[in-house]
């Protein structure tokens, strides 16, 4: 884990040091999506991590962490050559803080008397990256790219569920923590959801729709398994249907950044 560890370090932190101060900086879609996409990476390696950890090798979560951290390698190469401020916003600073804590976690094999504090870093660091996003959003004059922005967190709210789902699978992590923690996600990716399926068909397509339809059909599922409390988990299950609500979501956000951009 410890070369998985520094190459994570590496992509990630490249990612977020070219994001500086809003008013050196034109943000655009492409900004956006890849904010986003580093702080939906890190609830992924949460789900790999607990993967790893309960010795779950079928669907080869080691195959996609290293997945994860060739993606991130191929962003951060994207953004080395933007043209960046010389001050560091304040949450690009606490999500830096944020990482090295992360990082020490990663550097040791996956046990599950660390995966409740992993856990936590990894919410922290996705509320700064969130918070990041957000600022870019608004620094712009087309509101589409607050629309992008919802189709992350709906993704961002899959994958930290897979992540927490694997976890309770695991029994990292508490009922008394575990249940409030699906209900606040759960309300969080609903309400995400209805904003983009009453919005103005100029923002979001009808087809962007009909696809975001088919991922809620997905989604039903994980309403069900993670509001159980039944005590039978298939951890194998939730973590394929990540990946594939990950991989769609990918898709559409990319045809998403040609229409906003135009």
């Not at 890849?34 to 309960?54: P, Q």
Request: overall charge negative.
């Amino acid at each position: 884990m410890a070369k998985k560890s520094r190459l994570l370090k590496a992509a990630t932190l490249s990612m977020v040091l070219p994001m500086f101060l809003m008013s050196e900086v034109h943000a655009n879609v492409k900004d956006i999506h890849e904010i986003n996409d580093v702080c939906t990476s890190s609830e992924r390696i949460m789900k790999d991590y607990a993967l790893i950890g309960m010795k779950i090798t079928y669907h080869n979560p080691q195959k996609n962490l290293d997945e994860t951290v060739k993606h991130l390698e191929s962003e951060m190469a994207d953004l080395e050559n933007e043209k960046t401020g010389k001050k560091l916003h304040e949450e690009e600073e606490a999500l830096i803080a944020e990482w090295h804590k992360i990082e020490e976690n990663l550097t040791h094999a996956p046990v599950k008397e660390s995966a409740l504090e992993l856990h936590h870093h990894v919410d922290t660091f996705a509320k700064h990256c969130e918070t990041l996003a957000n600022d870019l959003a608004n620094s712009m004059s087309n509101h589409a790219e607050h629309y992008v922005l919802l189709i992350e967190r709906l993704n961002l709210n899959v994958q930290d569920l897979a992540g927490i789902y694997t976890m309770k699978a695991w029994d990292a992590i508490g009922d008394d923590e575990y249940y409030p923690d699906v209900k606040e996600i759960l309300a969080d990716y609903n309400k995400d959801y209805d904003e983009l399926m009453v919005a103005n068909e100029k923002m979001v397509s009808t087809k962007v729709k009909d696809r975001l339809k088919i991922l809620k059909k997905h989604f039903m599922m994980f309403e069900m398994m993670t509001a159980s409390h039944s005590g039978r988990y298939v951890p194998l299950l939730i973590a394929k249907k990540a990946d594939k609500i990950n991989d769609e979501t990918e898709s559409i956000l990319s045809e998403e950044e040609n229409e906003v951009e135009k």
